[in-house]
């Protein structure tokens, strides 16, 4: 017990807890819902639970390029057409840097959507990793 209350070993020991923490923090806050997704988590929910990437950009930047088969429904629509995605599934969130997501992801959970989460690094994280583009006329 004069180990644990001994004045160097105790501020050894807070560090040793504060460092343990902040490694779990990544592995706890992946998996929650309004939170950043990285690129193979979201292609896997895509995949096997049907999830909907949704692009939150501007129709015009969408229109230039965007992830095949998403939708897109621009940030500034958000409020009034979110009742037009589906509350079954997973939603992830596309931006171009990973950066505006987050503030219609939060939007979207006060309207009762559950499963929403944002794609870490946006567009720009796509792209990044060589994935296919789709350009819409």
Same mark, same amino acid.
């Given at each position: 017990?004069?180990?644990?209350?001994?004045?160097?070993?105790?501020?050894?020991?807070?560090? &040793?807890?504060?460092?343990?923490?902040? *490694?779990?923090?990544?592995?706890?806050?992946?998996?929650?819902?309004?939170?950043?997704?990285?690129?193979?988590?979201?292609?896997?929910?895509?995949?096997?639970?049907?999830?909907?990437?949704?692009?939150?950009?501007?129709?015009?930047?969408?229109?230039?390029?965007?992830?095949?088969?998403?939708?897109?429904?621009?940030?500034?629509?958000?409020?009034?057409?979110? +009742?037009?995605?589906?509350?079954?599934?997973?939603?992830? *969130?596309?931006?171009?840097?990973?950066?505006?997501?987050?503030?219609? &992801?939060?939007?979207?959970?006060?309207?009762?959507?559950?499963?929403?989460?944002?794609?870490?690094?946006?567009?720009?994280?796509?792209?990044?990793? +060589?994935?296919?583009?789709?350009?819409?006329?």
């Amino acid at each position: 017990m004069d180990f644990l209350l001994s004045q160097n070993n105790l501020w050894i020991l807070l560090i &040793a807890v504060a460092a343990g923490g902040m *490694l779990l923090w990544p592995s706890v806050s992946r998996g929650r819902p309004g939170g950043r997704i990285e690129l193979d988590d979201a292609i896997r929910q895509v995949n096997k639970e049907h999830g909907v990437f949704v692009d939150i950009r501007a129709t015009e930047q969408f229109k230039a390029g965007n992830i095949p088969q998403s939708r897109n429904l621009p940030a500034a629509d958000i409020e009034a057409q979110h +009742g037009t995605l589906p509350k079954d599934k997973p939603l992830i *969130l596309v931006c171009a840097h990973g950066r505006e997501s987050q503030r219609v &992801a939060a939007s979207l959970r006060k309207h009762g959507f559950d499963r929403v989460s944002c794609l870490s690094g946006g567009l720009d994280s796509w792209v990044q990793a +060589g994935m296919p583009l789709s350009r819409k006329s």
